[in-house]
């Protein structure tokens, strides 16, 4: 199958902005990993719009691998695209928030500490 470039895809030149879609800091981390306007534009449509539900949204990459070969399928992109540098960017979006996500919930746990303990049977 042949691979078409996103800027022929009919309606894709009427692209608007989709940042006030977003998290302001899920967005920041879109445009560093130079994720294309029209991928934007499918992460809003599937409610992918925080850090937090897009990185836990595919339980593993070959779930998010199916997720972008659905999009090759429906904007006739073809196989080659799924190694496209816009593709690829979806990926270290999906790699870099998994990886924030996990780390703030890891300094956000509640501490089960001897102290922790000790403290609350001297409470009792």
Sequence with gaps: MR???LDQIPGMEDLESVEHEFDPEFYKT???CKVPIEL?????DAGYTEASVFA?????SQDLDNYLQ??????????DWLRSPAASSVRWLFHRV???????D???????????????DNLL
């Design 3 to 5: 691979s078409v470039p």
């Design 30 to 32: 879109l445009v560093q």
């Design 40 to 44: 934007q534009q499918h992460l809003v």
């Design 56 to 60: 836990f949204a595919f339980s593993s």
């Design 70 to 79: 659905k999009i090759a399928e429906t904007d006739s992109l073809g196989d």
């Design 98 to 104: 998994s990886r924030e996500v996990k780390s703030e």
């Design 106 to 120: 890891a300094s956000h746990s509640v501490p089960t500490s001897k102290s922790y303990t000790s403290s609350m």
